[in-house]
């Protein structure tokens, strides 16, 4: 399928096996389309501090950081994962759909500060090995140990003969790593993951365990559950905005959301049927629409119908439902993840 401009695979041979290969053992993405911006200089960390709602300028060299980057009134720009490779040198990974407009908002909040916003999204390729077996298998191609690699952490190290930078993070809620290398050495290093890792259970994955897993795994997806109009305060994502940081972009609307709360709220729910509930979905509460459903799939490891949903907050104490080709269906609200987690 075509996935910002990238031809993408939903799946090599079925999402439940792909998806229950990353819970068991070992499955292996091609994520290369994901965008990479390089932010360099002096005021490099600073800038960054400026532009997102997670703290950044402070994180030791080697750190990772998950953060929104906002609009003014709170919206979100996307969501990013912040790598610190020097004192002076970020990496910010980015969602593959919003490249452009992620570099041109950062490009033109740069000018009062001293570091230059470089796309490099081209130069990169991306590849992430999740699951139990994932950190066996790629310390068996690496050329140092990398169990000193803390979740959230990163590390330089050649894997599979290609110069990588290492990244102790994930989607899936599983142990692993994701390996951001030179776009043409890409190939490479998935054919020498792909061999060695038949001895590990691997599998290869597409978009659509990836989407079940993050569900399961209870993350947001941009588009989804964060958006220009889902802020991270309404997504349940408070621990990523640091009001106590000096200014920032969207700061004064999200701490008017947190003082004086929300009208509508994410949750995630289950509903105890395998029928999917699409996105799009209206929620009823006593007939009466009071929410949408914003993802939906089915929990291969739960056997049934999992998602979320975006619920006016005056009736999330209420009974929810949603209307399937005519039969109501009731959801349970639940705290995510919808399953044991091994992430850390």
Not at 71 to 90: A, I, N
Request: glycine content about 10%; proline content about 5%.
């Amino acid at each position: 399928m075509d996935f910002a401009g990238w031809e993408m695979p939903v799946q090599y041979k079925s999402i439940l096996e792909e998806h229950r290969a990353v819970r068991t053992s070992v499955g292996l993405f091609d994520v290369s389309h994901m965008g990479e911006i390089v932010v360099r200089g002096p005021d490099a960390g600073r800038f960054l501090d400026h532009l997102v709602t997670n703290e950044i300028a402070k994180i030791a060299i080697g750190r990772v950081v998950y953060s929104p980057m906002c609009r003014e009134d709170g919206g979100v720009v996307d969501d990013l994962l912040v790598s610190r490779r020097s004192e002076q040198d970020y990496l910010v990974c980015v969602n593959a759909s919003n490249v452009e407009r992620d570099y041109a908002w950062m490009r033109s909040r740069a000018d009062d500060f001293d570091c230059a916003v470089d796309d490099q999204s081209d130069r990169w390729g991306l590849l992430a090995v999740q699951g139990p077996n994932a950190p066996a298998l790629v310390q068996e191609l690496a050329d140092r140990p990398l169990d000193g690699v803390r979740y959230y952490h990163c590390a330089e190290a050649v894997v599979g003969g290609v110069p990588c930078l290492v990244s102790r993070t994930g989607y899936t809620g599983e142990p692993g790593y994701e390996l951001f290398c030179p776009a043409d050495e890409t190939e490479a290093l998935a054919v020498a993951l792909e061999k060695a890792g038949a001895a590990h259970g691997l599998a290869l994955c597409g978009l659509g365990a990836r989407d079940s897993l993050r569900l399961e795994a209870g993350f947001s997806l941009y588009g989804h559950e964060i958006s220009e109009t889902i802020s991270p305060i309404q997504a349940g994502l408070e621990w990523t905005v640091k009001f106590a940081k000096p200014a920032f972009v969207g700061r004064e609307a999200l701490l008017e959301q947190k003082t004086n709360g929300t009208a509508r709220r994410v949750v995630f729910f289950k509903t105890g049927d395998r029928r999917i509930v699409r996105a799009g979905t209206p929620v009823l509460c006593a007939g009466s629409v009071v929410g949408e459903v914003l993802s939906g799939t089915l929990s291969p490891m739960l056997g049934e119908a999992m998602g979320s949903a975006l619920i006016d907050t005056a009736r999330l104490s209420d009974p929810l439902s949603v209307d399937l080709r005519g039969q109501p269906v009731a959801l349970c609200t639940t705290k995510p993840p919808f399953v044991p987690l091994r992430k850390s």
